[in-house]
């Protein structure tokens, strides 16, 4: 259940950011939520395999490579999910970044639920 509840913020913040951010596009909520899943799954099994080989620039740039591997991951989810489109790296990279920073906000508002029930 709680699976389900962060795959719909993370489409509701998707969504949120199409209509914020210029060079990114979603065509309409299920396309959204098709997205969320499609992120999440490229970072339980892509992202590891992408840090595990990139080791080595992660750690000379202090672990700022991370930002590139996420940009990847979401032009990746770009390639495979029609109707999502996102117009170039500088653009994935700001939506990437943008888009943590909305599920720690947003998984934090869930936090707070639970621990009040």
């Not at 299920?30 to 750690?59: G, H, Y």
């Not at 202090?62 to 495979?80: P, R, S, Y």
């Amino acid at each position: 259940m709680k699976f389900f509840l962060k795959l719909l913020l993370t489409a509701l913040a998707v969504i949120i950011l199409a209509n914020i951010l210029p060079g990114v596009a979603v065509t309409n909520y299920v396309t959204a939520v098709i997205v969320a899943l499609t992120i999440s799954l490229l970072n339980m099994f892509v992202r590891p395999l992408l840090i595990f080989f990139t080791l080595p620039a992660t750690i000379v740039t202090l672990g700022l490579f991370l930002f590139v591997i996420n940009a990847l991951i979401i032009m990746l989810a770009d390639k495979l999910v029609d109707g999502f489109a996102v117009s170039g790296f500088f653009t994935a990279l700001i939506f990437s970044v943008l888009l943590s920073i909305f599920r720690s906000f947003l998984f934090s508002l869930l936090k707070e639920e639970e621990t009040k029930a």
